[in-house]
């Protein structure tokens, strides 16, 4: 097992390069099972998602090669469209194999996936979305099985515009016969990028990055080659570090894409200067308590709701940090509590009182997001935090501890015995 050491309460500065985004890229690589022949994705973050996710392909049957941020999928030898638990059950994305596996076999085995650290997760929304489309879906043995000669356009509305229920549909669809259209779609930036990568592919898409696609049934779909957009979600991790602790340029960024995490960040105190794909933030001279609340995208997004509670930690006052799309994803908070912070949970509020100082500790991570939010912590921690668990930061985030000491952070990785 490793950890992660951190001598906290240095000043950071310099430059970080932003990987291409987790979230878009899993939804892609699913995409190539859509056809025969090689996919080329660049900016692939190496990640234990994406690993895991190579793996659960390769288990299907294709051929994968994975090196400097490249990844050639060839999806031809595809024979096999059942993806086993024990994949499903550590990474939930690889429920995104269920849509292009039935668009293209007509049938597909999908683990159902069970809850996680932050609630049921469901994906009913998925299903009832295939079944629109004429799959006939049963459970067996903890299994999803999925089968459709051909899927059949139709109109799916979601209660909820979900991001990973929006992918699954869109990549069952793109081959379905006539249209599909999806009302109340997620648009979030990974969700228009599967979509530019499908019409690249040859699919016929309408309403990109609105709430209502409309999907027109192609018969023929071809492997493209696709750059994978910057990760938002590890650029707004740096952006709250900045804001804390010194000065920091992000490099290879959408702005755009960081709009709503940037105004907070001014209300804040900290500056923030744009310059094209470059954010440079910087520590104001005080941190101002700050409220926010999750939703979907342009909003504040619940994958950074654990680091701007770290960030609102050390503020001056109190903030209620709400998440709006999952309820009870506050697992961050106790070990936050560990290392000093005064945070209470109310129902899906936190509420967070500034603390002068966090003082160093260890403490146990419990999700991607959780666990970069304790590294954040104990960046602005006095002493030595010892994060521990951390195969969950490796998930999500490429690099963590030599991107932080780039910037000049006292921190290093450790391998301890079980
Ligand atoms: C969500 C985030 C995504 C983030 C990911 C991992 C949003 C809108 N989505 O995506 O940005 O990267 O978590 O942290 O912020 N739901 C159902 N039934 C379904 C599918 C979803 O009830 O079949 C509900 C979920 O419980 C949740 C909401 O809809 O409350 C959003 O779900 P969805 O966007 O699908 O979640 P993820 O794809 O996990």
Redesign the pocket.
Known sequence: MEKLLIEGNHHLKGEVRISGA??AVLPIMAAALLVEGETKINRVPDLRDTRTFANLLEILGAKIQFSNNEMLIDASSVDKPIAPYDLVNKM??SFYVLGPLIARFGKAVVSLPGGCAW??????????GLEKLGAKIELEGGDIIAKAKRLIGNKIR??????????NILMAAVNALGETKIENA?K?P?IVQLCEFLVSMGAKIDGIGTTEIIINGVDELKPQQVSVIPDR?EAGTFLIAGAALGKITLKDTIPEHLSVVIEKLIEVGAEVVIDNNDITVKRGKKINAIDIT????P?F???LQAQWIALMSIAEGSSIVTD????D?FSHVPELNRLGANITVEGNSAIVRGVNELIGAEVRSTD??ASASLVLAGLMAKGTTEVNHIYHIDRGYENIENKFAQLGAKIRRISVDD
């Open positions: 987790k979230n939930r994305a609630g049921p997760r469901p994906v009913d929304y998925h299903l009832k979601f209660d909820f515009p979900s991001v990973g229920a929006t992918g997620a979030e990974e979600i999750t939703a979907v995208f909003g997004a619940t994958d709006t799309i999952y309820n994803r991607i997001r």
